[in-house]
């Protein structure tokens, strides 16, 4: 019995290195990386607060992404991308067919994706086993962004640029409603660029100094929503469907500023300006 166990947990081990391997050789043909996620670079990137104690849950596995320190020895599938993990995982392999209880694994949840403190493991065998669930000791780090587990790598750019933002703007406390989402990897620099555009000449309208917070309600309820109202009705993003709404809203004031400047028209109105890119079909 002991021969024939050792000899199933082997194999096992085995499988799971070769799809480990199958994974990476899929994911070079594609150039998209299946590595897990770095919690040091989420929270460098992200300005990620915490970690607080929120006790033991019921975690789906497969929202498990990332890794606080062992991100380089498994792919984003939780299966072992190295020979020398091989013991411990045939251990935790070996107690999953004994029906051996292990304790709950320990992670950190960030949004609504989850890191590896303590079980690389025992989270590696669950999923090889097809299991859909796993009992975990949670501790949550609190973010300003949304974070779900198709997040990639190269995302953490674009979204560590958004905090920032929203750290400048605030926006998320003065309109809660808006996520501005953007695949742009510029955008939300240009974006707080157009908010202090559109401050010096709401206070030249005005006569008077402008506050960053009113100027930054007045960008969002002026020019951004009634471009992006614009993208919705006329369904837009179908034409486009690897860009944001956030994206558009840039293509429109980008094309404005093109033929202000290359052409001498003058600038349109934001919804005016979202149609004339509509029609144009953002030539």
């Not at 559109?198 to 471009?227: C, N, Q, S």
């Amino acid at each position: 019995m002991t021969d024939s166990l050792s000899s199933r947990v082997s194999s096992d081990f085995k499988r799971a290195r070769f799809k480990a391997f199958l994974n990476n050789l899929r994911a070079v043909l594609a150039r998209r990386p299946t590595t897990l996620l770095s919690y040091a670079e989420v929270r460098e990137k992200l300005s990620i607060g915490g970690p607080i104690y929120r006790g033991v849950e019921t975690v789906d596995i497969k929202k498990i992404v990332g890794s606080l320190n062992r991100y380089h020895e498994f792919d984003r599938a939780f299966l072992p991308k190295q020979d020398n993990t091989s013991q411990r995982w045939q251990r935790v392999n070996r107690a999953f067919y004994k029906e051996i209880s292990l304790p709950a694994v320990v992670l950190y949840k960030v949004g609504d994706v989850y890191f590896v403190v303590d079980g690389h493991h025992r989270v590696s065998v669950a999923r090889e086993k097809g299991q859909l669930f796993i009992d975990a000791e949670i501790r949550e780090c609190a973010t300003k962004v949304s974070i779900t587990p198709d997040l990639r790598p190269e995302d953490l750019q674009i979204l560590g640029q958004k905090v920032d933002f929203l750290e400048r703007t605030k926006l998320d406390k003065i309109r809660p409603q808006a996520n501005i989402k953007l695949n742009i990897p510029d955008g939300f620099s240009r974006m707080l660029e157009h908010i202090a555009v559109h401050r010096y000449f709401m206070g030249l309208d005005l006569k008077r100094d402008i506050p960053e917070d009113e100027a930054v309600a007045h960008w969002y309820d002026t020019v951004y929503l009634p471009i992006v109202k614009i993208i919705r009705e006329r369904d837009v993003l179908k034409n486009f469907p690897k860009k944001t709404e956030g994206d558009l809203y840039l293509w429109v004031l980008d094309r404005q500023h093109y033929l202000a400047q290359a052409k001498d028209y003058s600038l349109l109105p934001p919804d005016a300006a979202a149609h004339d890119f509509i029609e144009n079909k953002g030539d």
